[in-house]
């Protein structure tokens, strides 16, 4: 299959990023980071996380993240709800999109949210249902679609099995998630092909970690199975608190200077991305880890 003509960019910095930081961060300073990634042209910002304040204390500011937006035209701002709490939170709130997330390990289900992959679908389900009476969309993710930190190997069959339930709840899009970043470009084609059996190609995203560094090589081998959404993070901040030694995602401006590299249009600034890379880890203290955004700013 051809390269897409054009990628969306999930940003998911301000969730999947920050909510790993040992200290949180200020809501000042995620609603500036927000700003300026719709500034940069980035079209869909997942913006806080309705969970349990006791679980992930870094997105405890829910509220006050989803309610302050400085909202732009044309952008959606999305959140994690897990559960109906977190839902009818973040509709109080108005979260333009919300995202349930499951896995595709059981392990990693229980250290994750507390219940087995079954029971996380009778959670998600009246979510779907109330959502879907608030005319509001819903994302899916499956974790650990590429190894878990627990079980090690997962079948592409058990990913595509979880995919399909998601798509099959009335999830419009699906995220496939390498937690861990433990994936190889073979691997991720075989676990997209399986996957793309039960799911329109055109209904999934990936989620990539670059913890071994592989994330780029990966995405290129998925584009170029034809996925035309790809989750990001600015600066390539980030990891999941549930999974040791997650790092970042990979980083939003090395995939923009990728698809640029492969004329794939993506509608966003790289100069204005990474300039916000700059700002976010000096804000925050963190090295920042695009390649791209420090090769820009050491010039
Ligand atoms: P639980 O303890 O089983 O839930 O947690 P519960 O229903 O028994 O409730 C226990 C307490 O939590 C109660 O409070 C509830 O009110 C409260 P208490 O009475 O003890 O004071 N509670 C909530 N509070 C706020 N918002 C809520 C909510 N629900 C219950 N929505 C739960 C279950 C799912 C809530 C918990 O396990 C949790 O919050 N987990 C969050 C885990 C998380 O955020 N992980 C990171 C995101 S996933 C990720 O990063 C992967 C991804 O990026 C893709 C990839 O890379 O693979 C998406
Ligand atoms: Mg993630």
New binding site residues.
């Given amino acids: 299959m051809a390269f897409p003509k054009s990628v969306r960019l999930v940003e998911?910095g301000a969730r999947?990023g920050l909510?790993n930081e040992p200290e949180p961060v200020s809501t000042a300073t995620k609603l500036e980071l927000i700003d300026r990634l719709g500034a940069a042209g980035l079209r869909h910002i997942e913006a806080a996380?309705?969970?349990?304040?006791?679980?992930?204390p870094q997105?405890a500011d829910h509220r006050e993240v989803m309610a302050g937006l400085k909202r732009r035209n044309g952008v959606v701002y999305s959140a994690?709800?897990?559960?109906l709490?977190?839902l009818e939170?973040a509709l109080e709130c108005g979260a333009d999109e919300v995202?349930v997330?499951g896995?595709a390990s059981e392990s990693f289900s229980q250290k994750?949210?507390?219940?087995s992959v079954a029971e996380s679908m009778e959670r998600f389900a009246p979510v779907l249902e109330r959502a879907k009476e608030a005319k509001v969309r819903v994302r899916g993710?499956?974790?650990?679609?590429l190894g878990c930190p627990y079980e090690g190997e997962i079948a592409p069959a058990k990913v595509a099995e979880v995919a399909g339930a998601l798509f099959e709840m009335g999830c419009y899009e699906v995220?496939l998630?390498?937690?861990i970043g433990t994936g190889t470009p073979l691997k991720a084609k075989r676990m997209l092909d399986a996957v793309a059996r039960d799911v329109p190609i055109e209904r999934l995203g990936a989620?990539f970690?670059d913890t071994y560094g592989q994330a780029l090589a990966n995405l290129y081998a998925v584009l170029e199975e034809g996925i035309g959404v790809i989750d990001s993070s600015v600066a390539g901040l980030g990891g999941?608190?549930?999974?040791k030694g997650?790092s970042g995602?990979v980083a939003s401006e090395d995939v923009i200077y990728l698809l640029n590299g492969l004329g794939i249009e993506s509608g966003i600034d790289l100069d204005a991305l990474a300039a916000t890379g700059d700002w976010i880890t000096r804000t925050i203290g963190r090295p920042n880890r695009s390649k791209v955004g420090v090769a820009l700013f050491a010039k």
Avoid: E
């Fill in positions: 998911v999947d909510q996380s309705f969970v349990s304040p006791k679980w992930v997105m994690l709800t897990p559960n709490k977190g939170a995202a997330f896995a994750n949210i507390n219940c993710y499956v974790s650990c679609v995220s998630g390498d937690t989620h970690h999941c608190p549930y999974a997650a995602n």
